[in-house]
């Protein structure tokens, strides 16, 4: 039976639509899953071998196991965020004398090979390999290896649980700051409380059988939800979600704009892959601990500018390159409606501008690097509002491709084109050009005012460019039409 469900599936993959409409973006997606795994499996077998050089008096397990509550937190929030949960079309199934149980395990068992659960091992099971070559324990090793690995499985069946769940989702995002926080002020040593949990299991393997426990309790919760879900009536039924209307009466003080404004802050919230492109933006702001942390990269100024812009632009790169097509589902209908375009086009600069100018008041704390990482940020947080917005916009003019608002954002390239790779070059290559001519020919902080000199001129020019793009967009209003009115 499970062999069946592979041939089905594979068939509806390779007979639907977007197999030969997507085949560069799939082949671009492969060179990164490719990407990851020769990264993972390098920092698998060399990550002993660097952490003995970075801290010789250090063991290179007690170090790993130190971080991986971390590790943990941080695998379930990014799979919230970003996990393609698997889906089978069983509709027809359910017709057919297929006992739902099998469809269920089939569904559960395909989840276990998602990307998020294979990566982490290509990094894993090398270090494992290294340590018992290095003369550890191989049966602690082996007992850690497994713990790990139920520990993975168990937290992609945690993620069916908690997917749609916000609270849960705070939650465990408020646990990962607060240990954070915790480390980094010294009021608890959460690293060592960590490094001896998970050296215990080391030291004890059979302890690695709590590890199968979680596993096996997890499964099964998951099992029985999605059992209670797999019925024909159910299926078939159209769901009436009673809607709920936040108040968002302190917009009406932005004019003409407020109407579009507001609808988009209830488009955001209300549909998964705009409200993924949300929190991710806040993820962003953590970027920037990747570089500014690592001396590697101290004398290498155009990277960190690199890194800047990230920090403050996460919610503006990831949401202004889609624009317009987050309106596709309804984009006729808009067309339809007796406002001005030069409208419509401002609330989503506005929403881009609000949200950099909230990124960057929450980045204060990267003053703790000093004063010029700061005067960085703040130099991409006015090139992000002043020129990456309204180019976003202009680049938004050529977006052709429809978006599904329900489907996950992580691994979904519906709405994906060229167009949201050509446009990286300016967003990021044209700062990092700049700040490293001004700051290597010319010194001092030139290389931050000239970064932010750009931004300052693109919002002097606002008006000016706010016309052209508008012109832009009426040109290309009944294409554009057209190409949001076809099935994705």
């Given at each position: 039976?499970?062999?069946?469900?592979l041939?089905?599936?594979?068939?509806?993959f390779?007979r639907s639509?977007?197999?030969?409409?997507?085949v560069?973006?799939?082949?671009?997606m492969?060179?990164?899953?490719?990407?990851?795994?020769?990264?993972?499996?390098?920092?698998?077998?060399?990550?002993?071998?660097?952490?003995?050089?970075?801290f010789?008096?250090?063991?290179?397990?007690?170090?790993?196991?130190?971080?991986?509550?971390?590790?943990?937190?941080?695998?379930?929030?990014?799979?919230?965020?970003?996990?393609?949960?698997?889906?089978?079309?069983?509709?027809?199934?359910?017709?057919?004398?297929?006992?739902?149980?099998?469809?269920?395990?089939?569904?559960?068992?395909?989840?276990s090979?998602?990307?998020?659960?294979?990566?982490?091992?290509?990094?894993?099971?090398p270090?494992a390999?290294?340590?018992?070559n290095?003369?550890?324990?191989t049966?602690?090793?082996?007992?850690?290896?497994?713990l790990?690995?139920?520990?993975?499985?168990?937290?992609?069946?945690?993620?069916?649980?908690?997917?749609?769940?916000?609270?849960?989702?705070?939650?465990?995002?408020?646990?990962?700051?607060?240990l954070?926080?915790?480390?980094t002020?010294?009021?608890y040593?959460?690293t060592?409380?960590?490094?001896?949990?998970?050296?215990?299991?080391?030291?004890?393997?059979?302890?690695?059988?709590?590890?199968?426990?979680?596993?096996?309790?997890?499964?099964?919760?998951?099992?029985?939800?999605?059992?209670?879900?797999?019925?024909?009536d159910?299926?078939?039924?159209?769901?009436v979600?009673?809607?709920?209307?936040?108040?968002?009466?302190?917009?009406?003080?932005?004019?003409?704009?407020a109407?579009f404004i507001k609808n988009?802050?209830?488009?955001?919230?209300?549909?998964?892959?705009?409200?993924?492109?949300?929190?991710m933006?806040?993820l962003?702001l953590?970027?920037?601990?990747?570089?500014?942390?690592?001396?590697?990269?101290?004398n290498?100024?155009?990277?960190?500018?690199f890194?800047?812009?990230?920090?403050?632009?996460?919610?503006?790169?990831?949401?202004?390159q889609?624009?317009?097509?987050?309106?596709?589902?309804?984009?006729?209908?808009?067309?339809?409606?007796?406002?001005k375009y030069?409208k419509?086009?401002?609330?989503?600069?506005?929403?881009m501008?609000?949200?950099?100018?909230?990124l960057?008041?929450?980045?204060?704390p990267?003053?703790?690097?000093?004063?010029?990482?700061?005067?960085m940020?703040?130099?991409?947080?006015?090139?992000?509002v002043?020129?990456?917005?309204?180019?976003?916009?202009?680049?938004?003019?050529f977006n052709?491709?429809?978006?599904?608002?329900?489907?996950?954002?992580f691994?979904n390239?519906?709405?994906?084109?060229?167009?949201q790779?050509?446009?990286?070059?300016?967003?990021?290559?044209?700062?990092?050009?700049?700040?490293?001519?001004?700051?290597?020919?010319?010194?001092?902080?030139?290389?931050?005012?000239?970064?932010a000199?750009?931004g300052?001129?693109?919002l002097?020019?606002?008006?000016?460019?706010m016309?052209?793009?508008?012109?832009?967009?009426?040109?290309d209003?009944?294409?554009m039409?057209?190409?949001?009115?076809?099935?994705?």
């Amino acid at each position: 039976m499970i062999s069946h469900f592979l041939k089905l599936e594979w068939k509806q993959f390779f007979r639907s639509s977007h197999w030969q409409k997507g085949v560069a973006v799939k082949i671009l997606m492969a060179f990164f899953a490719l990407y990851f795994i020769v990264a993972f499996l390098a920092l698998g077998i060399g990550g002993y071998f660097i952490l003995k050089k970075m801290f010789p008096e250090s063991d290179p397990l007690e170090l790993v196991n130190s971080y991986l509550v971390y590790a943990i937190l941080a695998d379930l929030i990014i799979r919230y965020l970003m996990q393609k949960l698997p889906v089978m079309n069983i509709k027809p199934l359910l017709i057919l004398p297929i006992k739902k149980s099998k469809l269920v395990h089939y569904v559960l068992a395909k989840s276990s090979f998602s990307a998020f659960n294979i990566f982490g091992l290509f990094f894993y099971i090398p270090f494992a390999v290294v340590l018992i070559n290095k003369g550890y324990n191989t049966t602690g090793v082996l007992g850690w290896l497994f713990l790990i690995i139920t520990l993975i499985q168990s937290a992609n069946f945690l993620n069916f649980l908690i997917n749609k769940n916000t609270k849960a989702f705070t939650v465990i995002s408020v646990i990962l700051l607060s240990l954070i926080a915790a480390q980094t002020f010294n009021i608890y040593n959460v690293t060592a409380f960590g490094g001896q949990l998970f050296n215990a299991i080391y030291s004890a393997p059979t302890y690695a059988i709590f590890g199968l426990l979680i596993l096996v309790l997890l499964y099964n919760l998951t099992y029985k939800q999605l059992l209670n879900q797999v019925y024909l009536d159910q299926a078939v039924s159209q769901k009436v979600i009673e809607a709920k209307s936040a108040d968002l009466s302190f917009v009406d003080k932005l004019g003409d704009v407020a109407p579009f404004i507001k609808n988009d802050m209830r488009l955001i919230w209300r549909n998964k892959r705009t409200k993924t492109v949300f929190l991710m933006s806040f993820l962003f702001l953590f970027y920037g601990l990747i570089f500014f942390t690592q001396e590697t990269y101290k004398n290498m100024p155009p990277m960190l500018m690199f890194a800047s812009l990230f920090v403050t632009g996460g919610f503006a790169l990831n949401y202004g390159q889609f624009i317009p097509a987050w309106d596709s589902a309804h984009f006729k209908m808009l067309m339809s409606q007796g406002f001005k375009y030069r409208k419509f086009l401002e609330s989503k600069w506005i929403l881009m501008v609000v949200m950099t100018t909230l990124l960057y008041l929450l980045s204060f704390p990267y003053l703790y690097f000093g004063i010029d990482i700061f005067l960085m940020i703040t130099a991409g947080a006015i090139f992000n509002v002043g020129f990456n917005s309204l180019f976003l916009l202009y680049a938004g003019s050529f977006n052709r491709k429809r978006i599904d608002l329900n489907k996950s954002g992580f691994g979904n390239t519906q709405g994906t084109s060229a167009t949201q790779f050509i446009i990286i070059i300016p967003l990021m290559l044209f700062p990092m050009l700049v700040f490293w001519i001004f700051n290597k020919f010319v010194g001092g902080v030139s290389g931050f005012i000239a970064v932010a000199s750009i931004g300052v001129l693109g919002l002097v020019l606002k008006s000016y460019l706010m016309k052209f793009i508008e012109k832009k967009y009426i040109k290309d209003k009944y294409i554009m039409i057209n190409a949001f009115g076809k099935e994705a």
